[in-house]
């Protein structure tokens, strides 16, 4: 690549305007793009208009600039990986400790205009190798998690097929027992719905897990990662005559991504699961959590394998590096490198270290420490009161799924609601043309629907009915496309009968709902004419 004729985009921090214009006109002759700000607070709202690949942050006297400045510029989203040029005085201290914040380069003043635009030109370069860097990290990744979903489907699989086995079996035994006897319906109906939720927790966390994002970071106990991640592979050890002990303390709640911590306990689970295969001794693979002082939560794996080699323990977290020795065969269980490399970001994104050290006689052991994050989460909102009376309402249901319209009408009627049922967009029109309707709970996969383009042309129709998503994709961004189309609020499948009506009433809310309302028929459209 021709660095001398590679523009980018440029954003230049820096106080004294006389230096800023030099440097601009400078920056502007060579073909970049350049934006100017006088200092640090202004540049998280220039980053909503701009994407600059390079800053530059010019200190003065006046306005001197400090480590703390360098991680204000940095903290905007999606900003980690741009390279800092900065620009200071000769006689004025520098730590490289500042390079955390993001630095990667300095010049000192005085200067001339060739070697500033010669720096720029390997900053150009560094920044373009480093989004390159970022993809490939990103890819990778994408593909060290598939080889981790490949050592758990078994795990998974033999879940499910337990958990389905006591739903359908409840529920088989229900249609056979005696109608009249209530408690033995509703013992088989709550086990089954137990079951179902424990289904719900397992595809929830092998979908986080399987996702590219990190994942929210939410309060909870990082034991129930623990517990889950060991669930998952504790068949598949006990095959390989591997004992797995879980000796887990009382922990503070803290803040995490469920997801990838679950990806870090379930990559050091399964490291020390295949460093002990070639062991004919005892293979014993501990898990212990403990707090310390309350501010700090360790979380330590040992194994009985032969521990790393000393040469290897500088290298045991760098990309690409694995001590596995790749076997032909079915068997085979050579490793990509990538395991250890991605467990230390994710620590690292949590603000913890992870560390490892042999013991003599007992094999590796890996050591994470996390702080203990106490920021409250936003609160829940109350849980419905399905007992209480509420307002009679007409609901229109929209779904291609019959078992799925069943529900939501046996619901509702219950609770004392009128529903109207439509498996299509154009029963759901004609609906909607002949009788007054609160709300339209509406499925956006029915392929006849559309996705969220039927929202859309409804609002822009001048249906103002408030509508509540109802889907079983946990895809957020076709939830958000559907909301800003003009949607009320949106809920996921599978949810509880307290859930769904909590979520309608604030629906209805949100969208001023008129009881019985009527719409304006000249305005409604129909689907069937649509191209």
Same mark, same amino acid.
């Given at each position: 690549?021709?660095?001398?004729?590679?523009?980018?985009?440029? +954003?230049?921090?820096?106080?004294?305007?006389?230096?800023?214009?030099?440097?601009?006109?400078?920056?502007?002759?060579?073909?970049?793009?350049?934006?100017?700000?006088?200092?640090?607070?202004?540049?998280?709202?220039?980053?909503?208009?701009?994407?600059? @690949?390079?800053?530059?942050?010019?200190?003065?006297?006046?306005?001197?600039?400090?480590?703390?400045?360098?991680?204000?510029?940095?903290?905007?989203?999606?900003?980690?990986?741009?390279?800092?040029?900065?620009?200071?005085?000769?006689?004025?201290?520098?730590?490289?400790?500042?390079?955390?914040?993001?630095?990667?380069?300095?010049?000192?003043?005085?200067?001339?205009?060739?070697?500033?635009?010669?720096?720029?030109?390997?900053?150009?370069?560094?920044?373009?190798?480093?989004?390159?860097? +970022?993809?490939?990290? *990103?890819?990778?990744?994408?593909? *060290?998690?598939?080889?981790?979903?490949?050592?758990?489907?078994?795990? +998974? $699989?033999? %879940?499910?097929?337990?958990?389905?086995?006591?739903?359908?079996?409840?529920?088989?035994?229900?249609?056979?027992?005696?109608?009249?006897?209530?408690?033995?319906?509703? /013992?088989?109906?709550? +086990?089954?719905?137990?079951?179902?939720?424990?289904?719900?927790?397992?595809?929830?966390?092998?979908?986080?897990?399987?996702?590219?994002?990190?994942?929210?970071?939410?309060?909870?106990?990082?034991?129930?990662?623990?517990?889950?991640?060991?669930?998952?592979?504790?068949?598949?050890? @006990?095959?390989?005559?591997?004992?797995? @002990?879980?000796?887990?303390?009382?922990?503070?709640?803290?803040?995490?991504?469920?997801?990838?911590?679950?990806?870090?306990?379930?990559?050091?689970?399964?490291?020390?699961?295949?460093?002990?295969? %070639?062991?004919?001794? @005892?293979?014993?693979?501990?898990?212990?959590?403990?707090?310390?002082?309350?501010?700090?939560?360790?979380?330590?794996?040992?194994?009985?394998?032969?521990?790393?080699?000393?040469?290897?323990?500088?290298?045991?977290?760098?990309?690409?590096?694995?001590?596995?020795?790749?076997? /032909?065969?079915?068997?085979?269980?050579?490793?990509?490198?990538?395991?250890?490399?991605?467990?230390?970001?994710?620590?690292?994104?949590?603000?913890?270290?992870?560390? $490892?050290?042999?013991?003599?006689?007992?094999?590796? %052991?890996?050591? $994470?420490?996390?702080?203990?994050?106490?920021?409250?989460?936003?609160?829940?909102?109350?849980?419905?009161? $399905?007992?209480?009376?509420?307002?009679?309402?007409?609901?229109?249901?929209?779904?291609?799924?019959?078992?799925?319209?069943?529900?939501?009408?046996?619901?509702?009627?219950?609770?004392?609601?009128?529903?109207?049922?439509?498996?299509?967009?154009? /029963?759901?029109?004609?609906?909607?043309?002949?009788?007054?309707?609160?709300?339209?709970?509406?499925?956006?996969?029915?392929?006849?629907?559309?996705?969220?383009?039927?929202?859309?042309?409804?609002?822009?129709?001048?249906?103002?009915?408030?509508?509540?998503?109802?889907?079983?994709?946990?895809? *957020?961004?076709?939830?958000? /496309?559907?909301?800003?189309?003009?949607?009320?609020?949106?809920?996921?499948?599978?949810?509880?009968?307290?859930?769904?009506?909590?979520?309608?009433?604030?629906?209805?809310?949100?969208?001023?709902?008129?009881?019985?309302?009527?719409?304006?028929?000249?305005?409604?459209?129909?689907?069937?004419? *649509?191209?």
């Amino acid at each position: 690549m021709d660095v001398g004729k590679t523009a980018v985009c440029i +954003v230049l921090v820096g106080e004294n305007g006389g230096e800023r214009e030099t440097l601009r006109n400078a920056l502007v002759g060579q073909g970049h793009s350049v934006s100017v700000v006088s200092d640090a607070n202004a540049f998280p709202s220039l980053m909503k208009d701009v994407a600059p @690949q390079l800053i530059i942050a010019a200190d003065s006297r006046a306005c001197p600039a400090d480590s703390s400045q360098f991680r204000r510029l940095k903290a905007v989203e999606e900003t980690e990986n741009i390279p800092i040029l900065f620009i200071r005085d000769a006689d004025k201290d520098f730590h490289w400790a500042t390079s955390q914040a993001g630095i990667v380069d300095h010049l000192c003043r005085p200067y001339t205009r060739e070697i500033f635009l010669e720096r720029i030109k390997l900053l150009v370069a560094f920044a373009e190798m480093q989004k390159t860097l +970022v993809r490939v990290r *990103q890819q990778f990744g994408e593909a *060290q998690k598939m080889e981790c979903l490949g050592a758990l489907a078994s795990g +998974v $699989v033999h %879940e499910f097929n337990n958990l389905m086995f006591s739903v359908m079996g409840f529920a088989e035994l229900a249609m056979e027992d005696d109608a009249n006897n209530v408690a033995v319906l509703k /013992e088989s109906a709550r +086990v089954s719905f137990s079951c179902g939720q424990r289904a719900v927790s397992v595809a929830a966390s092998l979908l986080t897990f399987a996702r590219q994002s990190p994942g929210q970071k939410t309060r909870g106990d990082i034991n129930e990662v623990v517990t889950a991640s060991a669930k998952l592979l504790r068949r598949d050890m @006990q095959a390989h005559k591997i004992r797995l @002990q879980l000796n887990l303390g009382e922990l503070p709640a803290t803040r995490f991504a469920f997801g990838s911590l679950q990806q870090v306990v379930l990559n050091l689970l399964i490291n020390a699961w295949q460093a002990m295969e %070639e062991n004919s001794g @005892q293979r014993v693979l501990t898990v212990t959590t403990s707090a310390e002082s309350g501010s700090t939560i360790r979380l330590v794996v040992g194994d009985t394998g032969p521990g790393v080699p000393p040469d290897q323990m500088g290298l045991i977290f760098e990309p690409f590096h694995t001590t596995k020795v790749r076997r /032909e065969g079915n068997d085979a269980r050579g490793g990509s490198g990538l395991g250890l490399a991605i467990v230390s970001n994710i620590v690292r994104d949590h603000g913890g270290t992870v560390s $490892v050290r042999n013991i003599a006689g007992k094999g590796a %052991e890996f050591t $994470v420490l996390l702080p203990v994050d106490d920021t409250l989460d936003e609160v829940e909102p109350t849980e419905y009161d $399905v007992t209480s009376d509420h307002v009679s309402r007409s609901i229109l249901v929209v779904d291609d799924e019959e078992s799925s319209l069943k529900v939501l009408s046996r619901l509702l009627i219950r609770h004392g609601h009128e529903v109207c049922l439509a498996s299509n967009m154009a /029963e759901a029109v004609t609906l909607l043309w002949s009788r007054p309707i609160d709300l339209i709970a509406l499925d956006l996969m029915s392929p006849v629907i559309e996705d969220v383009s039927n929202i859309r042309r409804l609002r822009e129709e001048g249906i103002e009915t408030p509508i509540l998503i109802c889907t079983g994709c946990p895809d *957020q961004t076709l939830i958000d /496309e559907g909301l800003r189309d003009g949607a009320n609020g949106a809920i996921v499948k599978p949810f509880t009968a307290a859930e769904f009506l909590r979520e309608m009433e604030n629906c209805l809310i949100a969208g001023n709902a008129t009881p019985g309302a009527t719409p304006d028929k000249s305005k409604i459209f129909d689907p069937t004419t *649509q191209p």
